[in-house]
């Protein structure tokens, strides 16, 4: 049972979480290994970080809704996909089980440490993509595949998501950098909310 210094800890992790996001992202590999070591369960330390995460996500995507609402028949597509994609990895964390859960952990957080190493170069390559690409017209429903995806994995466990998204999202569109950003804040608010709400009425 957690007592008031583990929830001392939790606010502090969560604290510095939300700093980490803020300026680059990957705030969840503070605050996941936090809620583990003050002996919440696995699975429910995943779900609380997730529904945790909607603030900010929430926060993010008002700050870009110009460049959303500036593409908006794409979110007819790119939205349900995340959705979906969200909710099937709710489903699949829910049915995982704690110990499997567990056990896959250290290979989740690796793989989450992993995609915040590349974060930058996947920035840059897209800024060189924008400069050689000569504007040729890509269907938007090529994204929804990677995009469905990636949101199968935000709704399991999420930590990198950012990174899978805005690269999905640079392979299929010809897009500038600040438009692909704001479709990617859009995408993970839509996975989280998703998630977290099957969570809760679970």
Excluded: C, H
Excluded at 109 to 115: G, P, R, V
Aim: charged share 10%; no cysteine.
């Amino acid at each position: 049972m957690l007592e008031g210094l583990d929830f001392l800890f939790i606010g502090l992790a969560a604290l510095a979480a939300g700093a980490i996001n803020a300026l680059a992202g990957g705030g969840t590999l503070i605050t996941f290994p936090v809620l583990i070591a003050v002996g919440v369960p696995a699975v429910m330390s995943n779900v609380t970080n997730t529904v945790a995460l909607l603030p900010g996500y929430l926060g993010g995507t008002l700050a870009q809704w110009k460049d959303l609402k500036e593409q908006s028949a794409r979110l007819w597509y790119i939205l349900p996909a995340s959705v979906v994609g969200g909710l099937l990895g709710g489903i699949l964390l829910l049915y995982t089980g704690e110990k499997v859960f567990r056990q896959l952990v250290p290979y989740l957080i690796l793989l989450a440490s992993l995609l915040l190493a590349v974060q930058d170069p996947v920035r840059k390559w897209l800024v060189r993509r924008a400069a050689q690409r000569s504007g040729g017209k890509v269907s938007d429903l090529w994204s929804t595949l990677p995009i469905g995806l990636a949101a199968i994995y935000g709704g399991y466990f999420g930590a990198g998501l950012s990174v899978i998204v805005l690269a999905a999202l640079g392979l299929t569109m010809d897009e500038s950098l600040t438009k692909l950003n704001a479709l990617k804040q859009g995408v993970a608010f839509s996975v989280n909310v998703a998630a977290a709400v099957f969570f809760v009425f679970s």
